[in-house]
């Protein structure tokens, strides 16, 4: 169990000076004002968090189920499946489009994650894809690709 531990603190101490470089490139870029923020605020809040959850992680206490779990094989056929379905996502994504793309790869997600029933899998991912679309295409105004669906009326 101390090795895992020590493998905790280690990785803890690696994503806390990864946020600190990130916190210093988003300060480079320039943080703007609360009203007219600039092009690092994003990244600087967001290393600002790495950061804190970083000590979360180096102070808290051992857990004997997490060493046994560690401890366990990691099962490289899901790792490798999911990296191939970002891959092609990425590959794709222009091609697709952003709904159809991004509606496949969470329902591949689901199902390497364990979900048995189609009902639900396919109730997240379409639900999932379309809170996505309203946050980033409705409320956001972010222009996502179209892709095959571009062509429908």
Not at 43 to 63: E, N, Q, T
Not at 85 to 110: D, H, K, R
Not at 138 to 143: A, D, F, H, N, S
Request: charged fraction near 10%; hydrophobic fraction near 60%; proline fraction near 6%.
């Amino acid at each position: 169990m101390p090795k895992i531990r020590n493998l905790d603190r280690w990785g803890a101490l690696a994503w806390m000076v990864f946020a600190v470089f990130i916190a210093s490139q988003a300060w480079a870029l320039g943080l703007g004002t609360r009203s007219a923020p600039g092009p690092g605020m994003v990244f600087w809040g967001s290393a600002i968090i790495l950061f804190f959850l970083s000590c979360l992680v180096l102070l808290r206490k051992p857990d004997p189920h997490l060493a046994e779990e560690m401890s366990s094989p990691i099962p490289w056929g899901k790792v490798i499946s999911v990296l191939a379905a970002l891959g092609l996502y990425i590959a794709f994504f222009e091609i697709a489009g952003f709904l159809v793309s991004t509606g496949l790869l969470m329902v591949v997600l689901l199902y390497l994650a364990g979900a048995t029933s189609r009902v639900r899998i396919l109730t997240v991912a379409l639900g999932g894809t379309f809170c996505i679309y309203l946050l980033f295409h409705v409320w956001l105004k972010i222009r996502l690709p179209g892709g095959i669906l571009s062509i429908l009326p």
